[in-house]
């Protein structure tokens, strides 16, 4: 059995999205540092299950639950799911969400009500859920991108207007919450390695050279900037990129 670090040591978290990518690694991060974690999914039971696996083996306790976040009840459910589970909620990690590129003519009001209902509805009512069972103290970080920074080319209206909601929405909870010491912030991802976007892709190439450093980042690049937030006192309605410079 690994050891834990333990500055999150009796806290709970819940990881929207949570069975691989940015999601799994951030979940394992934050086991590491001591908290018990619950993980959303919807079509990788065994990729969650893995995940559950990978906590378990820290010493400490976790979950996989089958939440949708295009589906309002499962959104906001999977919150009261976690604090029964695993006795609370301290930390909710609003990483679950869809991407959907193509030129703005093309795009189908299908397509339009899915992500705004996973990437902007879904988050609201999570951290609405979070905000009423939370722990004074407690935390909210959600994952953004680097399009709410900038946009480098055509055919990501849709995704980067859904991101950018997420900062205003950071922003009020940050106010909202505050007098409780409850924290809000937002993590901007670059080019991240991960099997829906990986480095090695076809797509890879024009993605690096966007950045500053040249190169994909790893998902635990970003679930490092997650810990650290779980853990900050002083720090909130903030913004972080983890982009390689891509916003540079």
């Not at 209206?157 to 409780?180: F, N, Q, V």
């Not at 797509?203 to 950045?211: E, K, L």
């Amino acid at each position: 059995m690994t050891t834990t670090h333990g500055t999150l040591n009796g806290k709970v978290a819940l990881v929207t999205g949570g069975s691989r990518g940015i999601g799994a690694a951030t979940a394992v991060r934050l086991a590491r540092e001591g908290a018990d974690v619950a993980v959303t999914y919807v079509g990788g039971e065994e990729a969650a299950s893995d995940v559950v696996r990978r906590v378990e083996a820290l010493g400490r306790r976790a979950v996989a639950l089958r939440a949708d976040s295009a589906d309002p009840e499962e959104a906001a459910g999977a919150v009261p799911r976690t604090a029964e589970a695993l006795g609370g909620l301290d930390v909710l990690v609003n990483n679950a969400g869809v991407g959907v590129l193509g030129p703005l003519g093309e795009l189908s009001l299908a397509q339009v009500d899915r992500v705004l209902a996973v990437n902007v509805r879904g988050v609201f009512l999570a951290s609405q859920a979070a905000a009423a069972r939370m722990r004074d103290g407690g935390r909210i970080i959600t994952i953004g991108s680097c399009m709410t920074q900038r946009v480098p080319g055509p055919g990501g209206t849709l995704y980067a207007t859904s991101k950018s909601a997420l900062i205003g929405l950071t922003k009020a909870l940050a106010r909202e919450l505050g007098a409780r010491g409850i924290t809000a912030n937002i993590v901007h991802p670059g080019p991240i390695d991960t099997d829906m976007n990986p480095g090695d892709g076809p797509f890879a190439a024009g993605q690096a050279a966007m950045t500053a450093a040249g190169r994909f980042g790893a998902a635990e690049e970003v679930a490092s900037m997650v810990a650290y937030l779980a853990e900050a006192d002083y720090v909130t309605g903030a913004e972080f990129s983890v982009d390689g410079g891509h916003a540079a």
